[in-house]
């Protein structure tokens, strides 16, 4: 694991495009049956996107 993670190709997500998370996603997407899928790096985070995706009005 440590060399796989090593030796992964890596770039800014926000900025740019991390081509392990892309490849990542697009094979969820595919495994999932949905037309795209988007990496968090916690429950917390995965929780709290599907939360707001629900919400009409944020910060009132």
Known sequence: M???MANAE???DVLDY???AL???TEMA???G???ALF???GTMGNLVSVL???NIRGK
């Open 2 to 4: 440590r060399a796989a």
């Open 10 to 12: 890596v770039a800014d």
């Open 18 to 20: 991390d081509p392990t």
């Open 23 to 25: 490849r990542l996603e």
């Open 30 to 32: 595919k495994v999932t």
């Open 34 to 36: 949905k037309e795209a």
């Open 40 to 42: 968090v790096p916690s």
């Open 53 to 55: 995706v629900h919400c």
